[in-house]
Structures are given as C-alpha cells and as structure tokens.
C-alpha cells in the first residue's frame, strides 16, 4: 500500500534535512506518551544507521517505564539547567506547540536547523521544516514514512518502536484514527519479529508507575 503524496513529499523533505545535518536534539511533549516516546526512540535508530549523532531529551524527570524494552529508552536525558550538549540542529516529534517541550524549548537551535513531525494541529510556529498530518493516527506512523524512503534497513529494535508508536496512539487499533495505513504498516512490523501480544499486554494490561496517566495526555 502506498503512503499518500503529500506524506511523500514531506518525508523527502525530512530526510533531506536529516541528511545535511547532525548533533540533532530529539524530543516530543511534556507527559511523553507512548507515540512521542517511540517517535523519538525511532527516530534516533534511523539517525543511528545513517551514521548520525543525536541527543534524546524530554521535560519530564522519568519515562513511563511501560517503554523500557524498546532500545535506547535508557538513553533518554531528563533536561536540567545545567545541561550542555553541542546541539547544532533539531528533530521535535509529537509536539503541537513550543510550550509543549517545556524546558527542552530553552536549549531548541535556531528555528531554520529545526524541523518538526506532528499529527496534531498546530499551536505555533517554531520550525522552518514542518510534516503535519492531521488524518495521521500518530507521529510514529509519519515517522515510518521517512524511514521508508531512506536505504535503511528496519530491524527489530526499530520495528519494535513503530509498531509501539502506532499501536498505543490507536488504541490497539481501536480508535476512529485508524487507517488501513496503520494495519499495512503494523503487518510489516510483525513479518519483522514484532509479537503484538507480548506489547499489547506490557502497554495496556501490566501496570506502571504512571498508572494510565499519558493516556489522558495528548
């Protein structure tokens, strides 16, 4: 199945940036979800094979530990003050408007090295590279439209995430969002190695320290 032009055309444009850029900053919201988080965590697996140095931060002081078994969750930076990283260009995933980040906005790069992947409508302005797509069910999927049109190939560990990103912003396919995007691109993610069950079960059924919190949220 094929992805829609537009989401094409804006995906070429993503990995371009990708491309002529580096040392990248990677967040999404405040209260991180399980698509911002999956967005970011496969997001910095494609930059990772493309040979790509990134940093993963978020406002929040700990990650639903729902998410630890993708790879590099462990990764994550909790931003603080104090905090310096040669940030030179910017990845924001899941984030509608700047005050979203919260204090991950202090250590953004000028707004020309940033380019923003969203599926919600937009509250501000804050990059001069945008793909947004209302109709999408998650930034996961749009994220998984890049990775596509790149020359990497997907392994478990970032099967794993997309398929994360796409079945929590979904409900387990469950929610109006879902396309027959989502249930093709899922279907690649399981000829991969990804056992729906097995994070279905650790998403939705096993409790966590938040409790059911990021579903509330975003």
Known sequence: MQAKKEHILAA???LDFIHTNDHFLLSGHINADGDAVAAVIATGLLLEKIGKT???VFHDKQIDRRFNYLKNFDAIIHYV???????????????PGIERLGDVKKILPHRSKIAKIDHHPSESDFADYTM???????????????????????????????YT???????RFSFSNTTS??????????????????????????????????????
């Open 132 to 162: 947004l797509d209302e109709d999408a069910s998650s930034t996961t999927q749009l994220i998984y439209e890049v990775i596509e049109l790149s020359d990497i190939k997907i392994d478990l560990p970032l099967a794993q995430a997309i």
């Open 165 to 171: 990103g796409i079945v929590y912003d979904t409900g």
């Open 54 to 56: 990134y940093y993963m």
């Open 181 to 218: 995007r989502d249930m093709y691109v899922a279907g690649k993610m399981i000829d991969l190695g990804v056992e729906p069950a097995q994070i279905t079960n650790r998403i939705f059924f096993e409790n966590s320290l938040f409790g059911c919190l990021p579903c509330l949220l975003l």
């Open 81 to 95: 003050d104090t905090l310096s990283l040669p940030i030179k260009s910017a990845l924001i995933l899941d984030v």
């Open 12 to 14: 070429k444009t993503v």
